[in-house]
């Protein structure tokens, strides 16, 4: 299974962002938007600092912009006037003074020329990064929080959206592109989902307006969002950076890229003969179920093209209004058919397939759908333990069960050229804080909300110090040496394991939990909400509340309130026991299933992990808080303990009465 989590890693990189809404990845950037060189002709503003933005309350907040050499530039705001004289470079910069939560105001800039934001507001401002959990837009959701977007409707929660762009050589000034939305039934499909989710329960305790500036990319590790500076003590990784500032390095690449053989070309002969075509007849096709890859099926090692046709009824109350076509997931792309007509497709392989049918097509009695399903790394195919079904009003009509497949192009595999498949810009050390982060500094905040770490599962071991640089480069970068740092501990994901094992993804959510040590940090605990065949989970509200309830401990001080599960602290061995201690047990130590303990694994000095039997210990009145006691019968000297140990510890079932998970963790060193 990690050999198919590799390969996730390779497809996100080539397939995800590269249709996707929003997206420009720039493969090799070296030209900053702006020079410091550049005299400006008039008064201009970075894209940030535009209409509906939100302002951080409460702080004095910077206005800048560039102007022509010497300018005098004023502000007018609130009614009062600020004066600045653009430099030699042509910048400048105002700092406006503490203002309290609220709005709407008006800002005023003038030089040779003038600029008048409308609909400003001061409230709370977050930074979003990370990667693609923190890019799903509530769109990608529509179907299981369809009732939120369609409540959506508050102009005081906004969203600036950071276009897609890496550097690998300099910081950049601005950004190309961007805009404050606001959230309502049509502009919140494109905010991130946990992002809506933090903002819209701030909102609700707080009622002030919240901004979310949305900087994340999918696919990609956590140096390429560290700095130059902060990456100084990652001396590989700083080596790196100078090499790809190295001009020579950069065209050597260039030109063997350049030089790569195209793949040979073959023919599709599912298109040539028009296999979705309801007068072709087939011949030589084969059964197959649906959901499922074809690898699992008697089909080895095969990327290219398969096409799947299914033959279903559809009963007279179905064919009068439009349907709706559910396909689960597709890895990697397809291109469907209903009764020969092309009714939708999707370019890569992670968003739900969730097509519409016009009203008439469907026709009483028989039906066909044909899915040409193209497939370029790994597994190919269906996707398991998703929804397939078509439905029109209360009809529905499922899907799965034995199509049949005919195979309709074979790609020749291909060997790859300089570095193993050449330089990405976006996975390179600081590239994406020179172009996606930079240009936010001056940007006064509340704190930072990340989602990242699928991408460096492999190097599970290094995460806690590279998230601790990540976490002092943005607060050096910030001037902000104390700002909130909220992050998720990711979820469970691939296959699950009923026998104590190693995992990568275990022993990265410990890297994580580690960082918990830094002031001022808060981790959502997200193990409950994984899904065993999707990177992606759909449950993205909760991620969001649970991001919000350790916003409200770190960032607000509220200091009576229940904000996390319970955390491992400490642990005892007595005899053939050890009794674990945590921190944050609430009202007290449940399992959320109502079930005995599970999950407890237990080792001598071997290290040999077993499954323990373990019991819950309820504390005194005089303040003892809840512990655990883990054992074996057939360990008497036990020295370690493991809970939730594993790439997704689907049985795991330790939490509090708030209802809030534990975070998994081992008493090793």
Known sequence: MQEDYNLFLKNEINLQFKKMKFSKIIFICSVALFSTSIAFAQVSLPRLIRDSMILQRDSPVKIWGWAAKNEKVKIAFNNKTYKTVADTNGKWNVLLPATKAGGPYNLTISGSNTITLKEVLFGDVWICSGQSNMVHQMGIHNVKYEKEIAAANNPQIRHFWVPNMADMQK?????????????????????????????????????????????????????????????????SLENTIQKNKDTAYINSFKRSFGNMPP?????????????????????????????????????????????????????KTMVKNAARLFLGRIVDADNVYINGTAVGNTTYMYPQRRYTIPAGLLHEGKNLIVVKIQNSNGKGGFV????????????????????????????????????????????????LYNAMIAPLINYANKGILWYQGESNTGRAFEYDNLQRALINDWRNKWNSPSAPFLYVQLPGFMDMNYLPSESQWAQFRESQLKTLSVPNTGMAVAID?????????????????????????????????????????????????????????GSGLITNDSEDLYYFSIAGDDKKFVWAKAKIV???????????????????????????????????????KEGLPASPFTTEK
Request: net charge negative.
């Open 263 to 315: 793949r040979p070309k073959s023919e599709d002969k599912g298109m040539l003969n028009k296999w979705y075509d309801t007068n072709y007849i087939p011949k030589g096709w084969h059964t197959i179920n649906v959901p499922g890859y074809w690898e699992d099926q008697g089909v080895k090692d095969l990327d290219g093209v398969v096409w799947y046709r299914k033959e279903f009824e559809i009963p």
């Open 529 to 585: 909400l994984g899904e065993w065949n999707d990177i992606h989970p759909d449950r993205k509200k909760d991620v969001g509340d649970r991001l919000a309830l350790w916003a409200r401990k770190v960032a607000y001080n509220e200091n009576n309130i229940i904000y996390s599960g319970p955390l491992y602290q400490s642990s005892v061995i007595e005899g053939n026991k050890i009794t674990i201690a945590f921190t944050q047990t």
């Open 618 to 656: 309820h504390g005194s009145p005089d303040g003892e808080t809840d512990k655990i006691i883990v054992w074996n019968d057939n360990i008497s000297n036990p020295k370690y303990v493991r809970y939730a140990w594993a790439d997704n510890p689907d049985a795991a079932n330790l939490g509090n």
């Open 384 to 431: 398991p333990d998703k929804p397939y079904y078509l439905f029109a009003g209360r009809d529905t009509v499922d899907l799965k069960g034995y199509w049949q497949y005919k195979v309709g192009e074979v790609y020749i595999p291909m060997q790859r050229g300089f570095g193993g498949g050449g330089i990405a810009a976006i996975n390179q050390p600081a590239a």
């Open 171 to 235: 910081p950049h000034d601005d950004l190309s592109n961007g805009y404050w939305r606001s959230a309502d039934p049509q502009d919140v499909l494109e905010f991130s989902a946990v992002a809506y989710f933090f903002a819209l329960k701030i909102y609700e305790q707080y009622h002030i307006p919240i901004g979310l500036i949305n900087a994340s990319v999918g696919g990609t590790p956590i140096e390429a969002w560290i700095s130059e500076e902060g990456l100084k003590d990652f001396s």
